[in-house]
C-alpha cells in the first residue's frame, strides 16, 4: 500500500512538473520575470516566442521590453521568460533600421504562453533638414541625433542634414554638439515617409569658434525647403 501511494504521488508529481516544462523547441536559456521573493505566493506563468529578421544571415539577438523590464532573445531569435506574475503585459520590440513591433500579451498561471515569431521589417522613413545660424548662414558640420534609437549624423557644408530608414512612430531631434546651445524638435512619421523638418534656426555658445559658410543658398540638386513647422 505504501508503495502504491508513493507511485501515485511521483506520477502526480511528474504531471504537474510536465505541464509547465518549456515547449519543444524552446529549450533555450531561461530569463527570469521575477524572484521567488518578488512572487511572494503570487500566481505566476512563463513566456516564449521568436524575433526573426528578414534575411536569416542578419539574425541577431534583440532587446525588447516586457512590461517594465527588458529582456533579450538568443542569437537565434528565440526568448523564453519565466516567473511571470499572472496579468496582461505590453511587449514592446524596438529595433534600429527596422519598424517598431507592439503588442499584448496574457500570462496564465501555470502556463507556457506563446507570445508567437514577430518578424521585422525594415524601415524606410527619410527625414531631412538644414540647420542655419541667426544671421542665415548654414550651420556646418554640426553634429545631430534622432532619439529614442540614437541615429547620430552632421551637416554637410550647407548645413543639411538627414536620417535614412527611420522607423514609423515619434521621434526626437537632438542638436548634441557641444559648440552650440541644445535643441530638441519633436515630430512623429508613418511609415516609410519623407519628412522635411524645414529650416532650423541653431545659436552658437559665446566664444566658441563656429566656422564661416556661406549665406544660404540651395544647393544643385535638392529640393527647396520650407521655413520650419510645428507638428
Known sequence: MTRRISFLLLAVAWLLTSCNQA?????????????LLELKGT????????ILFPSAYAQRSVRFQLGERRFVSEP???????DIPVGEYPLRILVKSYEPIMGTVLVRAGEFTSAGVFKLRLA?????????????????????????????????????????????GGHSLLVTDSNYFTYDRKFSIISGEYRNLGNIKVFPRAGVAVPRTAL??????????????TD
Open 23 to 35: 515547449p519543444q523547441g524552446y529549450d533555450v536559456p531561461a530569463q527570469h520575470y521575477s524572484r
Open 43 to 50: 500566481d505566476d506563468g512563463h513566456l516564449y516566442g521568436g
Open 76 to 82: 537565434d531569435g528565440r526568448f523564453r521568460i519565466e
Open 124 to 168: 524606410r522613413g527619410k527625414v531631412v533638414g538644414r540647420l542655419v545660424s541667426e544671421t542665415g548662414r548654414s550651420a556646418a558640420r554640426v553634429s545631430l541625433r534622432l532619439a529614442p534609437l540614437g541615429d547620430l549624423t552632421q551637416t554637410d557644408n550647407d548645413g543639411i542634414f538627414q536620417f535614412i530608414g527611420v522607423q514609423s
Open 216 to 229: 544660404l543658398v540651395e544647393p544643385k540638386g535638392f529640393s527647396p525647403i520650407s521655413r520650419e513647422t
